[in-house]
């Protein structure tokens, strides 16, 4: 059964920092590329990163660049999002996805999904 589970969210004052995890299973971890997507009240979910074997780290959405940093570990097939300097834009559902091979920041081209975890930053 293939899962991803994302967690670590919580609630945070501006200027403050999380970090988010994506434990995973059901599938070769080193074979997907994993990104980080949000999705806040009345917008789209949208990418904010993402990283592969094949691409490294790929991307990051301007507005998050220089604040979030993605990493992985394979041996215990997770990712991770850490979250500094927030701000109450970035208040958001943060969902983990999965897919196979390269990156891509369309959340229509990702073969898995986690169910998300909620980050919020009071102003």
């Known amino acids: 059964e293939v899962q991803l589970q994302a967690f670590g969210g919580g609630l945070v004052q501006a200027g403050g920092s999380l970090r988010l995890s994506c434990a995973t299973s059901g599938f070769v971890f080193d074979d997907y590329a994993i990104s980080w997507f949000r999705q806040a009240p009345g917008k789209e979910r949208e990418s904010v990163t993402c990283?592969?074997?094949?691409?490294?780290?790929?991307y990051y959405d301007d507005s998050v660049k220089g604040r979030f940093t993605i990493s992985k570990d394979n041996g215990k097939k997770s990712a991770y999002l850490q979250l500094t300097r927030l701000n109450p834009e970035d208040s958001a559902v943060y969902y983990c996805a999965a897919k196979i091979g390269y990156c891509h920041d369309s959340r229509y081209s990702q073969d898995y999904w986690g169910r998300g975890t909620q980050v919020t930053v009071s102003s």
């Open positions: 990283m592969s074997r094949v691409d490294g780290i790929w």
